[in-house]
């Protein structure tokens, strides 16, 4: 099933315990972006503040126990967009966000067959799609076993190192 703007903010709305997404793309072509992108191409600093939709979300879900986080795979260099996201990444980590980064440029990709990713409360899973340039094309809620995409978090999780520890042992090429 195919989720609509609807059923998809509902998501973040009604999950009871845990938030959670793997991203793999190297870029994502969002159209909220587009002009902050490039903005950030051009070397001025993103406009995101600490207190825009999704920072309030984050601090309002931290706030009241549940945990929202995600792991993004990544290889060196880093592409441009890469080093934009991380900009605002920083911000949600501020907000309550466990960002985290799983790099597999000098070592074998423990996902390899995964997609991008959002699970729910450990239970219901939504299937990124993606086109080839990383432009969103569909979310489809996963209607068969969770439990691959629990494993797939929990060696995400073992595999990655938190955002900031991230930046420091890549600063000079990072951003």
């Not at 051009?42 to 999704?54: N, S």
């Not at 985290?100 to 423990?110: G, I």
């Amino acid at each position: 099933m195919f989720l609509d703007d609807e059923e998809w903010k509902a998501k973040f709305q009604n999950f009871q315990a845990e938030a959670w997404r793997l991203e793999r793309l190297p870029e994502y072509r969002v159209p909220q972006e587009t002009e902050e992108f490039a903005r950030f191409l051009a070397g001025e600093r993103p406009a995101v503040t600490y207190d825009d939709d999704w920072q309030r979300l984050i601090r309002s879900h931290t706030a009241s126990g549940r945990a929202m986080g995600r792991v993004h795979i990544v290889t060196r260099p880093l592409s441009d967009y890469l080093r934009f996201a991380f900009q605002y990444y920083a911000y949600s980590v501020k907000a309550g966000e466990d960002v985290r980064v799983l790099d597999v440029t000098d070592r074998e990709n423990p996902l390899p067959d995964f997609q991008d990713f959002w699970i729910f409360d450990h239970s219901t899973v939504v299937l990124m799609h993606f086109d080839a340039e990383g432009r969103p094309v569909s979310r489809e809620l996963y209607e068969g076993d969770p439990e691959p995409f629990r494993q797939a978090q929990r060696i995400a999780m073992a595999e990655s190192v938190p955002l900031s520890e991230y930046l420091k042992g890549t600063a000079s090429e990072t951003i």
